[in-house]
């Protein structure tokens, strides 16, 4: 019995995911954001593969310069943003998939297929970098010569004629590409779901996407953090520089703290979580106070 109950509720999670995926599929907003984020990331990758003047380049690279770069991520972060700018996703299906299921159903489908988009969104921008320069590109585990040059050498040229500045010669001489590439997307994923998850729940009580521009609000706060020479005390405290993988101590055995910063991303991603189901006790699906007028 308590099975075919478990069974039920994770059959109603899944519906109410899919059904905002066959939704959001239907809405240009949708491609909006895909468009902004990865036009976005394909600048800094044209920019490397202009710089590599010809040579190839390994598979990795274009996508993990452009991810490390700060300048572009504001862009970066607004797309993914407008892509997922009317959560908590109230409509018009919203009191039916309630009924048919449960407040906590609704709320668990939901924020997953939140999730999944941004898994999906850092998948896009990755499938983007390689089907514009796969040509010149290699799949073997190893950094490219412009890559190295890039890194240990920061030359002028490649600063001001090509914008790339790429400060990672411990990371490049310790780590491989794909493993650089899996620990970035790592970071940007579970960062993303940090802002996004505040942006969810504070739709949850107020409308007009508030929650989505107080999220880009704090992405902008932590971007000027990271990029001014003071705030040493705010930069230990700054969820943004936990994402970016050239901040980290590299030893031979890896990166220093990146299981630490992992468990800080999921246990504040908890607790605005737990506030959010203290919001969904007093809901009304009805009048959509928390999103769209139904």
Partial sequence: MENRKINRRIKAVFRTCLEQWKGELLT????????VGISM?????????????GRNVQIFEPVIIALSDPSYSIFIMLGLLLTLLDAPFINARTPY?????????????????MYTQIIVYYALIFAATVATGFSRMYLRNS????????????????????????????????????????????LQILYSAVLL????????????SAGN??????????????????????????????SQITKYTVTESG????????????????????????????????????????
């Avoid at 998850?197 to 007009?208: E, L, P, S």
């Fill in 41 to 53: 990331v394909l600048i800094i990758a044209g920019n490397y593969m202009g710089y590599a003047n």
């Fill in 28 to 35: 240009p907003r949708t491609y909006m954001g895909y468009l």
């Fill in 255 to 294: 990166i220093v703290g990146f299981v630490d910063n992992v468990l800080i991303y999921l246990i504040v991603t908890a607790v605005i979580l737990a506030a959010g189901r203290i919001i969904l006790k007093h809901m009304d699906y009805n009048t959509g106070r928390a999103g769209r007028e139904l």
């Fill in 213 to 242: 521009f107080a999220a880009l609000l704090l992405h902008l706060v932590g971007v000027v953090i990271y990029k001014s020479v003071g705030f040493g005390f705010l930069k230990k405290l700054s969820l943004y520089q936990r």
């Fill in 143 to 186: 950094w490219s010569v412009m890559a190295y040059r890039l890194a240990t050498q920061r030359p002028m040229d490649a600063l001001e004629i090509w914008g790339l500045d790429f400060d990672a010669s411990a990371l490049i001489s310790v780590l491989s590409p794909a493993r650089v590439f899996l620990i970035l997307m790592c």
């Fill in 97 to 113: 998939l309630v009924t048919r299921g449960s407040r906590k159903s609704w709320y668990s489908g939901t924020l997953f297929y």
């Fill in 197 to 208: 998850t505040t942006a969810y729940v504070i739709n949850m009580n107020h409308r007009n």
